[in-house]
């Protein structure tokens, strides 16, 4: 019989607030890993009970020592294990007896360890499921709330005093990544108010963590350390009611250069790539992913003064500066991650004249040493943070910002409480002003590399509250591939167009009519051949029936020699059709992320060109209309410069269309892909298609 089981305000208040605390295997010794926990406690003034379990010991450093959980004299409502890996199933399922309602684990070898391990941990899931106790870990370092002064960690870094105490909530899958946050965080005079080593995620993941936080008042924004996204639907709902708070999330997840996804049986698996869906998975679910670990902790009081820019929006940057050099620096950066610094108008050059502020039209506003004035910079930043051009304003200070911060910096502070966001980049190294910016809650950064990072990571999120939860995960996990006349059956169940086709046996002769006029593509089709090209599958302007005929032929030929012992009954023969560009449009059921539907250049660019967008989905078609504008293969059928206009709407359709798998559950799709479309003059229309269902 399960017992209770925490989640939401409870789950929270056993991590961070505990009132009785339990420590397996604590350590004598006060500097070894499983020492430090009890050390950390007693140094900080933990306010709650704290029993040492340790069987060889009646004291440990100095303390009362039991020889077991179920020898205290009252439950614990938390227990730290420290012991080994071999002991660990055993010591959570004596918690689970005596009704413990959380258990931290710190040890490894579970899953990472091979077929010993994954049994191990299968063990941990099965004791989690009859009883109802959560588990955080394994390989978790701990969890810290230094607003309770409790430093439930094995982490060395905390044993510098006093972990700043702030509004900032930490999760990271790492525990070495929580004393190195805690440590920047000491220097730039950034606090906390909680942080959760969460290691493998047996149990407890880094979304129900931090959902179990969202009602505390004392936290105003979350940090994640990101390792994967094997949770994401709880990670998912946790970003949805963040946003829903005004709470930001900021991320720093690993794996930007790890090699794309194991190819999957369509394109869309291989070209979408791991790092790639879980860009798209942070965006849309309105979290900022910085690229630069700085950035993780100077994100922050940006996200929470820059709105979601609505879809499609430019995203306007007016930079005013006392240095050239130092302003350079920033647009180059902004330029790199796609960010135009935007020029001032004619209209607020003018204001700035009409006070005294001459400066030369350009995309930075040049005060040059003047700048260094505190009327000068004052009025200059009032002029431009009334400007609408700009969406944010970023003052670059030179030598000023250390040598005189009341002149160069106090002008930033007095301007930063209007309705548009204002930040603040610091050419040289100057910690007084970096610390005044900081206790203004202003934006503020010591390099232009995550100054940009920052500022693109915050235009990035898309708001996530129109998201729907994420669909429960299928349980079969066969799969069977649809022959592409099937697959053409499910897209005109969605809606999409297709080419017109006639499915004739293999082994048949041309014949003598077709319900469509030559040039003619003959095309094996067979649901063991989802690559067609690779087996000489596909011969393309066949004139006439003679060379229908001799094409035929030909194909059974080339199934004989790359094909041997395939099953391919059926062949296909369609119409030549030839639009003005080429796309794919593919729809994958990650197992993380969930449901994405991509657009990319399709044909032989389709794996050649990283010229793509990714979205969650279903996607609507204003959503679809934006994915076709990152795709710059489709600008040539934009109708620039004269150029033919493709039909872009009817794509955005067709796009939005397919993605409306993620909420018809009932067609069983794990993967479909169109590859090519053809985007003509009026239409769309797909030329070829392949469908992957979930045989449960």
């Not at 959760?196 to 936080?213: K, M, N, P, Q, R």
């Not at 053409?488 to 006639?502: E, F, N, T």
């Amino acid at each position: 019989m399960k017992i209770f089981s925490a989640e939401g305000p409870e789950l929270a208040r056993l991590l961070l607030e505990p009132g009785i605390v339990a420590i397996v295997g604590a350590s004598d010794d006060a500097n070894k890993t499983a020492g430090r926990p009890q050390r950390f406690l007693r140094e900080q003034g933990f306010v709650g009970k704290l029993y040492l379990v340790n069987p060889r010991r009646p004291q440990v450093q100095g303390e009362q020592a039991w020889p077991s959980l179920s020898a205290l004299p009252e439950i614990p409502e938390h227990v730290f294990v420290l012991t080994p890996t071999e002991t660990v199933v055993e010591t959570v399922a004596e918690c689970a007896r005596l009704g413990v309602k959380l258990v931290t684990l710190l040890a490894s070898g579970f899953s990472e360890a091979g077929a010993e391990g994954m049994a191990r941990e299968q063990q941990l899931r099965e004791i989690v499921k009859q009883s109802g106790i959560r588990l955080l870990g394994p390989s978790s370092l701990g969890v810290i709330n230094p607003r309770q002064q409790m430093s439930l960690t094995a982490n060395a870094a905390f044993a510098e005093p006093q972990t700043p105490v702030g509004r900032v909530f930490v999760a990271s899958h790492s525990g070495s990544m929580i004393g190195a946050l805690v440590s920047r965080g000491r220097a730039r005079g950034v606090g906390f108010a909680g942080l959760v080593s969460v290691g493998s995620e047996v149990d407890l993941s880094i979304g129900e963590v931090c959902a179990a936080t969202l009602d505390d008042p004392g936290i105003d924004a979350y940090l994640l350390f990101l390792e994967s996204l094997h949770h994401g639907a709880a990670l998912r709902a946790f970003a949805i009611e963040a946003a829903r708070r005004n709470k930001p999330v900021i991320a720093y997840k690993l794996g930007r250069s790890a090699a794309a996804a194991e190819m999957a049986v369509t394109h869309t698996g291989a070209i979408a790539g791991e790092d790639d869906i879980a860009d798209a998975f942070l965006k849309d679910c309105g979290i900022a992913r910085v690229g630069i670990f700085e950035s993780l902790l100077e994100c922050q009081p940006l996200a929470a003064r820059m709105p979601f820019m609505p879809p499609g929006a430019p995203r306007r940057v007016g930079i005013v500066a006392t240095t050239g050099g130092g302003a350079a620096m920033v647009v180059d950066q902004l330029g790199i991650r796609g960010i135009i610094a935007e020029p001032a108008s004619a209209e607020t050059l003018a204001k700035l004249a009409a006070v005294g502020i001459l400066v030369s039209p350009g995309r930075v506003v040049d005060l040059t040493l003047a700048g260094a004035r505190y009327d000068v910079m004052k009025g200059a930043l009032d002029i431009m943070l009334a400007a609408p051009e700009f969406d944010l304003v970023l003052a670059v200070v030179g030598s000023s910002a250390r040598s005189q911060p009341e002149l160069a910096v106090k002008p930033i502070i007095d301007s930063a409480g209007g309705a548009k966001p204002l930040a603040a980049m610091l050419v040289p190294d100057a910690p007084q002003a970096i610390a005044q910016l900081t206790a203004a809650k202003v934006p503020c950064f010591r390099n232009p590399e995550s100054c940009a990072d920052v500022i693109a990571a915050v235009f990035d999120r898309r708001s996530p509250l129109a998201l729907a939860p994420m669909p429960a995960a299928s349980s079969g996990t066969a799969t069977r591939n649809l022959n592409e006349m099937q697959a053409y059956q499910l897209l005109d169940q969605l809606g999409l167009p297709h080419a017109p086709c006639l499915s004739i046996a293999i082994d048949s002769q041309a014949p003598q009519q077709l319900p469509f006029d030559y040039p003619v593509v003959l095309k094996v089709c067979s649901a063991e051949i989802p690559h067609k090209t690779e087996v000489g599958g596909v011969l393309l302007n066949l004139c006439d029936q003679a060379a229908l005929q001799q094409a035929l032929v030909r194909l059974r030929a080339n199934l004989v020699q790359h094909a041997p012992g395939i099953l391919a009954e059926q062949a296909l023969i369609q119409p030549m059709r030839k639009g003005l560009a080429e796309v794919l449009i593919g729809y994958k059921v990650d197992p993380d992320a969930g449901p994405i539907v991509m657009l990319a250049a399709g044909g032989i660019w389709a794996e050649l060109a990283s010229d793509r967008s990714i979205r969650l989905a279903p996607v609507s078609v204003a959503t679809a209309q934006q994915m076709i504008s990152e795709v710059r293969m489709l600008q040539t059928v934009a109708g620039l410069r004269g150029k033919p206009r493709g039909d872009l709407q009817a794509l955005a359709q067709a796009i939005s269309d397919l993605s409306q798998l993620a909420v018809q559950p009932q067609h069983r799709v794990v993967e479909a892909e169109i590859n090519p479309m053809q985007v003509m003059a009026e239409g769309v229309l797909a030329v070829d298609a392949l469908v992957v269902l979930n045989q449960a």
